[in-house]
């Protein structure tokens, strides 16, 4: 056996052991995604959190989505493989700024997008992920939202409501990485296959490609679609995931820039650690998981 293998079955022995669960993002490495539990996108992991009955959640993903799971299951042990692995996102937008465009439009809602630390979502009205963004916004009863952190998400659903939307200018470090000629050459490669792209993208490579979708809904598109081949506008470790659900069908990534350096950097090692030595353990203080679990219970509560 060779040291991953040593890893893997450590894990495995582990997990029984200890009763835990791993979790694992869409663009996780494939040795992680092999190991998950469950795989997907921060919206269906956060439900998997939230009605799991294992003792220890090992979140393979950055820390906003380890925070989130903390939130709603604050009594279990949520543990962060890699300690590093953050998201740039989410640093763009501190909750001064919250409080700052709430004073400048009182009486308007925040639509917090999950890709935030908790205490940016504490200080919001409610979150959504990129799978129910446009239903959480459409849910409010007021003409005006505010929405941060993603410009690229926040234009988008501003295009599919009839809301005035109020944007802040974060980005995806990754997706935005992005332009339209990417798509155009894409196309000239892979002439037959749809685009398909995730709405963190900018708005010209959005207007430029077939299908706009976060992971999970991209999935579902996929499986029903009648192309046997595509081109993926996301990160590279959906192409894996892809690839695993339908190896009859063929997926390009559109860009090598399409790379998330934090979702990368959780490893076996780093798996392995977290379940023997439960580290590194994700501790918020009471008060603010109750403020910030207030508003991703209400997205919950809208799908
Ligand atoms: S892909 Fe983008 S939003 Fe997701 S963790 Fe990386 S930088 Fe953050």
Redesign the pocket.
């Known amino acids: 056996m060779n040291q991953q293998q040593i890893w893997g079955e450590e894990i495995k022995q582990w997990k029984k052991d200890k009763n835990a669960i791993i979790l694992a993002h869409n ?1 996780q490495i494939p040795e992680i995604q092999d190991i998950g539990d469950f795989i997907g996108d921060s919206l269906d992991l956060s439900k998997k959190a939230a009605e799991t009955n294992a003792d220890i959640i090992v979140f393979c993903g ?1 820390t906003f989505m380890a925070e989130t799971a903390k939130i709603l299951a604050p009594k279990k042990m949520v543990l962060l493989p890699s300690k590093h692995a953050g ?4 640093d763009m937008i501190e909750p001064h700024d919250v409080l700052k465009l709430k004073q400048e439009h009182p009486g308007v809602p925040v639509v917090c997008y999950v ?1 935030s630390s908790a205490e940016v979502k504490a200080v919001s009205d409610i979150c959504c992920t990129s799978a129910n963004a446009i239903n959480v916004v459409n849910s409010l009863d007021s003409k005006k939202i505010i929405f941060i952190p993603d410009e690229g998400l926040g234009s988008y659903v501003a295009e599919h409501c009839s809301k005035e939307v109020i944007l802040f200018p974060g980005y ?4 935005y990485m992005i332009k339209k000629e990417e798509v155009e050459k894409a196309r000239k490669l892979h002439p037959n296959a749809p685009v398909i792209v995730h709405p ?1 993208c900018r708005k010209e490579v959005r207007d430029a490609s077939d299908i706009v979708a976060g992971t999970g809904k991209m999935i579902t598109l996929i499986k029903d679609h009648s192309s046997n081949e595509f081109i993926i506008g996301t ?1 590279e470790g959906m192409i894996y995931r892809l690839e695993t659900l339908f190896p009859e069908k063929k997926f390009y990534l559109m860009s090598s820039k399409l790379y ?1 350096v ?2 990368k950097k959780t490893t076996l090692e780093h798996v392995r650690n977290a379940l023997l030595h439960h580290q590194h353990e994700m501790m918020l203080p009471e008060p603010l998981m109750e403020e910030a679990g207030e508003s991703i219970k209400k997205m919950l509560m809208v799908g």
Do not use: D, I, L, S
């Open positions: 663009y950055v998201c740039p996102m989410a890709n995806c470090a990754t997706h963190e990160e998330c934090n979702m």
